[in-house]
Nanobody
Framework: VQLVESGGGYVQPGGSLRLSCAAS????????MGWYRQPPGKQREWVAS???????DYADSVKGRFTISGDNSKATVWLQMNSLKPEDTAVYYC??????????WGQGTQVTVSS
């Protein structure tokens, strides 16, 4: 299974970016998809997740600004990021969990928010 991310880049504070993550390979059933991020010099932290058949969930730091959505039939998850702040600067990683609870990770995409 491979996850390919896209959509990262450089944006000024207050701007928006949309990250995409597409999975390919043999995933019989997707149980959950989500995003983590790793700010410079810090540990990886959870951002948002969506479990099949359930409502999305968000870290408090992004609630109201970020929106996660997914399409199991396309094995794709998106993260719409609005009102970006410098503290959102990080490498963003997507993940997909299969029916056995095995988690697959993307390679990461850099998001830089700076004036």
């Amino acid at each position: 299974v491979q996850l390919v991310e896209s959509g990262g880049g450089y944006v000024q504070p207050g701007g928006s970016l949309r990250l995409s993550c597409a999975a390919s390979g043999s995933i019989f059933t997707i149980n959950a998809m989500g995003w983590y991020r790793q700010p410079p010099g810090k540990q990886r932290e959870w951002v948002a997740s969506i479990i099949t058949g359930d409502s999305p969930d968000y870290a408090d730091s992004v609630k109201g600004r970020f929106t996660i959505s997914g399409d199991n039939s396309k094995a794709t998850v998106w993260l719409q990021m609005n009102s970006l702040k410098p503290e959102d600067t990080a490498v963003y990683y997507c993940h997909t969990d299969d029916q056995d609870g095995i988690r697959y990770w993307g390679q990461g995409t850099q998001v830089t928010v700076s004036s």
